[in-house]
């Protein structure tokens, strides 16, 4: 019973974590239809920012400043390299954010090394919020979680209910339309790509001091992140975040089962004749935990290929 | 692009017979890197059949790399060089392997396109990369298989230069395979794919079905650059699967230039020669790489081969006279930027590296100087900086010149330009 709680909260957290990146990039694709490659790298900006600031000003002014210097970097790489390559098409955007990506890691691995720095969470939240039987559950990770569902709910009054929130979504539903009615479409593309990137950049500064900070951490989030817009359709946020659910979830519960698909096949007497069978049959389900996530978007492209709640194609 | 001139026959000749005589002037450790090169080109081809010219653009080719790379070492460790495979045919191993593992992923992959497409290839690669390790028998683990190349057909295939001429052997092969494959009435149409998928199916043609065949043949040839790998290296580790190899394919075939067929080879040579160069000189090789990417991104889309194509039917168009000096003043331009950025990244490098910084605080707090192409410079001296900004300026001040006089030749010119656009408009739609 304890495990079942534990492996919950620590899945739906790590999901909220993942819906933090990938709202972003699902809103930015959504608007301009430009997959963001070197969106996990804002991520990765953000916990190493949040590291190098945290030093001269502090742990909670870094957490604010340092999202807003990514939002900073992200409008740059707007404003001067991706809409200089918009007319060659969305492949040439996504190659482009591609190369980004990888001049970030470059540069992260020449200022702080190729290996993780040591940010942590500051002694004041280090402290654990409840007992459950003999274990006791880290603040951190509340507080992680309660970030990202206040982010979520701030996204969806503002894109719901406010007048900028109106012409965004004419901008991402009808471009041109909106443009003609006088709205400056290009500025609104420069905003949401800036602000999606300082959340990601929030989610980096947050989660790192949880996490490991280490230049590996964009692409080893970034896939996931990428998994999680491919299920929940590209390009909606509410399917973003019950996709960043399920796979936080499914990952969460995975590592702690260990069993594997010969012991299902005992069941029916099969157990012998898997077990010398071997290779993919006796692998412990809790070592192929990083590899689910993937069988499940192969299967969603599979069953129903527009994601959980896409509806563009 | 059918009928093949004399001028290119003649160069193709000449460098086919320069690489058959390498390996006689040339230093086994460059021999070595030489037949890297090669299989970095044949994989760079494979890429760019199914990203240049069927459009599709894929960030886990190393798969099907690694996929060969695998077969082949278990078909070495199963024939021992002999009987049904012999050493020289092993490459058939991973062809295969790798036909059948791109007819499956193909098969997923190509139900979507465009960047759905991309993603896809990605997390099939992220899926192998994470199941590999744990697959003891097929991957070996953490530490790899090993195997030995056996003596065949009176051949020994102890030294480098044997393995150099197999190697060379199958990538000429292969690259020859794959511009035949172009010439096909499929290869027309995996043109087509990527021009306009809608208008194929409008036509009654079988787009899914299409991708695949195109997915599996790029991975059988990638198959075979893996296969040539193992064959090199003896040894095959679950690391081929990294995303940093699907990524270097990536990064080589456009800096190269996909639209041209021997474009990716060109820069997948170029870049692997400039990796094995410069990889003792400097750790941030990779970041130079992302920087000629993105910047060949930005500023030439076509790539290398695309700069190397246009100069030549301008240079026919305008005659070399005018457009020689042009070239000259890019070149130097270029070479500023390359001094001002190398002189930056070197010196950040070192002034934030460990073991500087250890120094550092050996040394009492302060900056002690650091040595760089022969000179001790003083990193807090603004001095220090002002030399790469310096070229940095000058290279653009010159870059910036040289595009100028090329914009004012075109326009004083507009006849012979359009010569030069037909021209390069016949060579696209040779039908």
Known sequence: ?313 | MTNVSNTQKTLLLLGTGALLALPLVLSQSLVNASIQMLIAVLFAASFNLLSGQGGMLSFGHAAYFGIGSFATVHAMNAFGGNGLLPTPLLPLAGGALGLVAGLAAGWFATKRTGVYFAMITLALAELLHSLAPHLKGWFGGEAGLSTMRMPAWGLTFGDSNQVYYLTLFWVLLSLALLYLFTLTPVGRLTLGLRENANRLRFLGYDTHRLGVLVFAVSAMFAGIAGALQALNMEAANYVVFESSASAAVVLNSYIGGVKLFLGPALGAAVMTFFGYAVSDLTRSWLLYQGIVFVLVMMFMPTGLAGLIKSFATHGKAYGLRPLLPIALVFIIGTLLLTGGTVFTVEMLQRFFSQDYRSMAALNGGGWPAIPLFGREWDPVSPLTWLVPAALLAAGIATVRLANGRWLRLKDAAPAAEAVAHAATNVRRNPA
């Open chain 1, 1 to 313: 019973m304890e495990y079942l709680i534990v492996s919950l909260l620590n899945g739906a957290i790590y999901g909220l974590l993942l819906f933090m990146v990938s709202a972003g990039l699902t809103l930015i694709f959504g608007m301009m239809g430009v997959l963001n490659f070197a969106h996990a790298s804002f991520y990765m900006l953000g916990a190493y920012f949040a590291y190098t600031l945290q030093g001269a000003i502090g742990f909670w002014p870094a957490i604010v400043v340092s999202p807003i210097l990514v939002g900073l970097v992200g409008v740059a790489v707007e404003r001067f390299f991706l809409r200089r390559v918009h007319h060659h098409g969305h492949a040439h955007e996504l190659l482009l954010t591609f190369g980004l990506s990888f001049i970030v890691a470059e540069l992260i691995k020449l200022f702080f090394g190729n290996f993780p720095v040591d940010y942590r969470i500051p002694a004041s939240l280090d402290f654990a919020a409840f007992q459950l039987g003999v274990s006791s559950y880290p603040f951190y990770r509340v507080f992680m979680g309660g970030i990202a569902v206040a982010m979520f709910a701030v996204i969806y009054l503002l894109l719901t209910y406010t007048r900028v929130g109106i012409v965004v979504r004419s901008a991402i539903y009808k471009p041109r339309m909106a443009e003609a009615l006088g709205h400056n479409v290009p500025l609104v593309f420069m905003g949401v790509f800036g602000i999606g990137a300082a959340l990601a950049g929030l989610a980096g500064a947050v989660a790192g001091a949880f996490y490991t900070t280490n230049p590996n951490m964009a692409l080893e989030l970034g896939v996931m992140v990428f998994v999680v817009v491919v299920v929940g359709g590209l390009g909606s946020l509410e399917g973003a975040m019950l996709a960043s659910l399920l796979i936080g979830l499914i990952t969460a519960f995975s590592v702690g089962i260990d069993r594997s698909l010969a012991d299902l096949l005992a069941l029916f007497g099969a157990g012998a004749w898997a077990g010398e069978a071997g290779g993919l049959l006796t692998l412990k389900l809790s070592s192929l935990a990083g590899t689910i996530p993937f069988a499940l978007m192969l299967l969603i492209l599979l069953v129903r290929p527009s994601g959980l709640m896409g509806e563009k194609e």
